[in-house]
């Protein structure tokens, strides 16, 4: 995936070209600071997709629906999406090959398998949300222990907390929100992989 492309995900308009402009700027800090979010539409564009989110929360909460959306407050941006800035520098970057790197840099062995897990995660959600007993059966598979690997996927900036427990279809466990660039990401890359195929066979 390229810059233009992800210019189209973002909308491709002077807003979008902002907010890559400061991605790029600070993805190595990793914090975008408080005199650079002046501009509303900038500051909901870069949360909506969760490129960067508050640093202030309600009760130091970790979760991204808990922070507190305001003009002139210090950003952060996500480890995940830092990788894939920083590999989005030199031309391109595939959002599965980072989450690989990722999981090697942190010390995981098989870091291959955090992509398939990230991808059959995927498929389980609702809209943006995954329940976290849905997470712990496609672990299982893997035959690594789901709370290590949420814990793991927080700490990368793929989830966060959403909800506590109850209020999604019928489950009881926590619910967990995905990163919507992610998804987004995935999508174009699903959607582009299905014109091809459509292609080939006419």
């Known amino acids: 995936m390229n810059v233009e492309t992800v210019l189209k ?14 991605l790029f700027k600070y993805s ?14 900038l500051v909901l564009l870069l949360e909506g997709k969760k490129l960067a989110v508050p640093v202030e929360a309600e ?3 970790l979760s991204w629906n808990m922070r507190f959306v305001q003009l002139q407050k210090t950003m952060e941006i996500p480890y995940i ?15 599965f090959e980072v989450i690989e790197d990722y999981f090697r840099k942190i010390g995981e062995n098989r870091p291959h398998e955090f992509v398939e897990i990230t991808k059959e995660m995927l498929k389980e959600r609702d809209g943006f949300l995954v329940c976290g007993d849905a997470i712990v059966r496609i672990c299982a598979k893997y035959n690594r222990d789901g709370g290590v690997v949420i814990a793991e996927l927080k700490g990368a900036g793929i989830i966060s907390p959403h909800i506590g427990c ?20 995935v999508g174009f890359i699903v959607s582009d992989e299905t014109e091809i195929d459509k292609t080939k066979e006419n």
């Open 166 to 185: 109850g209020g999604f279809g019928r489950t009881t466990t926590p619910v967990y929100e995905f990163n919507k660039f992610l998804i987004d990401v």
């Open 59 to 61: 009760k130091s909460s």
């Open 28 to 41: 190595k800090d990793g914090y975008i600071p408080a005199n650079e979010l002046k501009d509303l539409d």
């Open 9 to 22: 995900i973002l909308g491709n308009d002077e807003i979008a070209r902002k907010a890559l402009e400061l």
């Open 81 to 95: 999406i830092r990788m894939f800035l920083e590999k989005l520098k030199s031309g391109k970057a595939d959002i």
